[in-house]
């Protein structure tokens, strides 16, 4: 299982490695905080996990002077309670899209997260899912997308996956495929939350007239959930789940249901679930582009995606993150903005969790 290491000498190092910048031209530390206009962490793991989960919560942090202690709290109790559900799975060799399902779940029935139960509201004032699950091991893949009652969006999408021949099943459609599956329903008024109506109550105001196409706070507009794993089989898997951009306009799917957009995973390279501007993550390919640099190129899955969302994205104007998962276990949080909610638990190490980028993830 490896050489025994000095708690404090391997927290020494696992903090000067683990938050990378990814331009070089950018020191790796500004006064005594890590640069954070782009920040690649890489949790410690354990020297050799059987099995991995990592799960982000959305780009959408909210800005450090609207985040009061107990508030932080309750998105970390939410991530810890994913990560633990995950890893039940995990540990008694069930795979990782039954992993995946189980810790989304999580999330998508708090009101906390953008995705399930507290999804965002579009411009008609309904709540409409997104979901992705695909597994490395085989290639499958299974996405649902403008779902208005399906409760568990990432069930029906690993429903997809596993019961159909179908990859993505849209709008009434996967509503009625759900329902034929035996999925939990709920009335579209479950979904319409006070918080978030209120948010799309002040966009409307803030913005009158003006669709979730530009600009925007990031909590209303990057709000998605995911996870990635690697399994006691050594496969690699990754799923997504989202209610898209607060007052987006009726009908718009954004990258989250979109395999190889917001979703890609192979054993072959990596497995990837993003969060950030869908339209760019669209345009670009972005999980697909990560797993690609490290399969043709020789690229690190740390290189890879830094390069992909700090560099190339960034430059391009799209502001978001992306987790990550090689297939030996490694996990890569890549952010070009201020944070994303975010947790890691393998067979070696206990639920940690973060959520501002210039902090590692913690107990």
Sequence with gaps: MGYKIA?????????????LSANSDLPLWAGEKPVVQGSVQIPDIGSRPDWVIAIHGGAGVKAHDQMTPELA?????????????????????GDGPKAIEAAIMVMEDS?????GRGAA???????????????????????????????????????VMERTENVLI????ADWFAAEQGLSLADPLYFQTER??????KKRENEPGKLAEHGGDQAALFGTVGAVVLDRDGNISAGTSTGGRTNKRYGRIGD???????????????????????EYFM???VARDICARMEFAGETLEQAAGQVVIKSLKAKGGDGAVIAIDPEGKVVFSMNGSGMYRGVMTSETPARTAIYADEMVSE
């Design 256 to 278: 989250s249901p979109i395999i190889g957009a917001g979703t890609y995973a192979s054993n072959g390279s990596c497995a990837v679930s993003a969060t950030g501007h869908g």
């Design 170 to 173: 849209a709008g009434s459609g």
């Design 7 to 19: 708690p404090k000498i391997l927290s020494l190092a696992i903090l000067s490695l683990a938050i």
């Design 73 to 93: 709290g309750q998105y970390r109790a939410v991530l810890g309670k994913a990560l633990k559900a995950g890893a039940h799975i995990l540990k008694a060799g």
């Design 121 to 159: 509201l579009d411009s008609h004032g309904n709540a409409r899912h997104d979901a992705s699950i695909m597994n490395g091991a085989n290639m499958d893949a299974g996405a649902i997308a403008g779902s208005t009652r399906i409760r568990n969006p990432i069930a029906a999408a690993r429903a």
């Design 283 to 285: 345009r670009y390919t």
């Design 111 to 115: 009101s906390l997260f953008n995705a």
């Design 196 to 201: 978030r109506r209120n948010m799309l109550l």
